[in-house]
Nanobody, 123 residues
Framework: VQLQASGGGLVQAGGSLRLSCAASGSGRTTTTGWFRQAPGKEREFVANAAGLGKRTYYADSVKGRFTVSRDNAKNTVNLQMNDLKPEDTAVYYC??????????????????WGQGTLVTVSS
């Protein structure tokens, strides 16, 4: 499975961005997730869509502001980010895999990764 993330950019606090993760190739994955990594910090879970996108999970820090959705026809997973804050600044990565419940919000649960897209939120 190859993943291509896009949509990052520079936005002011309170603004919005929409990230997309396009998947191609073959591979048995059940879940596509978004993680982010700020300079000097570990990669952290943001949100994911499991199965056909009917099950979604969010980090507490983004609940109510971010929405993850899956377009199965286009084989993409999107992350709509609203009310962005400076602390959302990071490189955002999409990952795909077959995580179990205990690893669904951990990078080790994902076997394939995209190249990352930078999101910068100015105050």
């Amino acid at each position: 499975v190859q993943l291509q993330a896009s949509g990052g950019g520079l936005v002011q606090a309170g603004g919005s961005l929409r990230l997309s993760c396009a998947a191609s190739g073959s591979g048995r994955t059940t879940t596509t997730g978004w993680f982010r990594q700020a300079p000097g910090k570990e990669r952290e879970f943001v949100a994911n869509a499991a199965g056909l996108g009917k099950r979604t999970y969010y980090a507490d820090s983004v609940k109510g502001r971010f929405t993850v959705s899956r377009d199965n026809a286009k084989n993409t997973v999107n992350l709509q980010m609203n009310d962005l804050k400076p602390e959302d600044t990071a490189v955002y990565y999409c990952g795909a895999g077959r995580p179990i419940l205990s690893t669904i919000s951990r990078p080790l649960g994902y076997s394939h990764w995209g190249q990352g897209t930078l999101v910068t939120v100015s105050s």
